[in-house]
């Protein structure tokens, strides 16, 4: 079956950074989509990162832009997303996300990995 496992998070303090890792498995990872979401408190869920199946074009949320790196390794079936200079704004739940197949119509996520930026 189908399964995004993430790792990586936990307590960082502002102006660190961390490195979250997204194993995926059950699918041809090498042509979907993968991306990172988050969800703070009290927030919607917003994308961070995302690029493409063989990395060739990524994208960034303002807020994460010159910050944050997205990055994939077809070989491993992952995906990472570096974060430096972290902000206790960038405290949320992070998402690893999958889109591909027919039409972009499969659509998975993990279950999650929580980062939290605070002295």
């Known amino acids: 079956q189908v399964q995004l496992v993430e790792s990586g998070g936990g307590l960082a303090q502002p102006g660190g950074s961390l490195r979250l890792s997204c194993a995926a498995s059950?699918?041809?990872?090498?042509?979907?989509?993968m991306s990172w979401y988050r969800q703070g408190p009290g927030k919607e869920r917003e994308l961070v990162a995302g690029?493409?199946?063989?990395?060739?074009?990524?994208r960034y949320a303002d807020s994460v832009k010159g910050r944050f790196t997205i990055s994939r390794d077809n070989a491993k079936n992952t995906v990472y997303l570096q974060m430096n200079s972290l902000k206790p704004d960038d405290t949320a739940v992070y998402y690893c996300?999958?889109?591909?197949?027919?039409?972009?119509?499969?659509?998975?996520w993990g279950q999650g990995t929580q980062v939290t930026v605070s002295s």
């Open positions: 996300n999958a889109k591909g197949g027919y039409l972009l119509r499969n659509n998975y």
């Open positions: 059950g699918f041809t990872f090498r042509s979907y989509v």
């Open positions: 690029i493409t199946q063989v990395g060739g074009s990524t």
